[in-house]
């Protein structure tokens, strides 16, 4: 039986694909059950709006549909699902002559935020470079560390470095980043002391004819995962409650450099982002850094003493 909360134009279509899952897809029945509530959301919704039939529903009622889910907080991913339901219905009205094209078909659902791992506030950066031993391998983490926060570089670009691509009297660092792109990132400051202590025992692991800045105990070019293993390690040793790793302190580079310079440009050419909307995301200053930054430097932000 048809829905009685909704017209027969859209209730009846519902559950011959209802009736089609059951007894020709042979899908589960949680599967089942996920696509009718999804499919009589969207038709409740549309009902209220005053369309009667699935015939009247066009590209742009599905973007509203979609963005209906966004303004009532659904994750993209529930979102997708839904517009997956929604597609799979107008393909069954298609296949049984109902419809001639599937409205759903050039709508994208908004793009999942990669979750971004929580950067270390300066406290933490300065507790976990706290590295004072002798040991040649620990000179060698602190240098890799403090060059990593200190240049904001990314795991692939720090070990793909060789002695010849760094100036210590300039302070500059050719750097191989993503898609082969050249460019110069600086560094000063305690990259610089570190990277310094590492190049004078750096001989007691490097073989004569590796190229790299950065060996193993085995006197090759260090790998990803030691270099991951090894921040991993010093971030318990130095008792941070948080884990750390190689692209947490690239993040932390480009956090604490934003809510220092506030110059989104700059961070962006020093991260090697081609575009700047990668560094708004990347980045995450709070709304209230923004706020203050704003009133500072607007000048119609400025409220008159006597108001």
Do not use: C
């Amino acid at each position: 039986m048809s829905n009685p909360t909704l017209p027969d134009g859209l209730a009846q279509p519902l559950e011959r694909f209802y009736q089609y899952l059951h007894s020709e897809k042979g899908l589960s029945l949680h599967t089942q059950r996920n696509y009718r509530q999804q499919l009589h959301t969207m038709a409740e919704h549309l009902a209220t709006m005053g369309v009667k039939n699935w015939q009247q529903v066009d590209a742009g009622w599905v973007r509203q549909l979609a963005s209906k889910g966004m303004r009532e907080g659904m994750k993209a991913s529930s979102i997708a699902t839904r517009l997956s339901s929604l597609r799979s219905f107008f393909d069954f009205l298609i296949l049984r002559g109902e419809l001639s094209a599937n409205p759903a078909k050039g709508v994208s659902a908004p793009r999942k935020q990669r979750p971004l791992p929580k950067n270390l506030d300066i406290d933490e950066v300065t507790q976990l470079l706290e590295v004072n031993e002798d040991d040649p391998l620990a000179i060698r983490d602190r240098a890799m560390m403090e060059l990593m926060y200190g240049a904001g570089l990314r795991l692939a670009e720090m070990i793909s470095i060789n002695v010849k691509d760094i100036n210590t009297f300039s302070g500059e660092i050719r750097v191989i980043g993503k898609g082969d792109k050249e460019r110069k990132v600086p560094f000063a400051g305690k990259a610089t002391e570190w990277v310094k202590k590492w190049l004078k025992v750096r001989s007691q692991f490097a073989k004569s004819e590796e190229k790299a800045l950065f060996v193993s105990k085995l006197g090759q070019r260090i790998s990803h995962r030691n270099v991951q293993k090894r921040m991993s390690e010093w971030g318990q040793k130095q008792s941070l409650a948080s884990h750390v790793s190689p692209h947490k302190l690239r993040h932390s580079f480009a956090t604490h450099m934003l809510e220092s310079s506030s110059n989104l440009r700059a961070v962006q050419e020093l991260l090697g982002h081609e575009n700047i909307s990668t560094t708004q995301i990347y980045t995450h200053l709070d709304f209230q850094h923004l706020a203050q930054a704003y009133d500072q430097a607007h000048p119609r932000a400025h409220k008159k003493k006597d108001d």
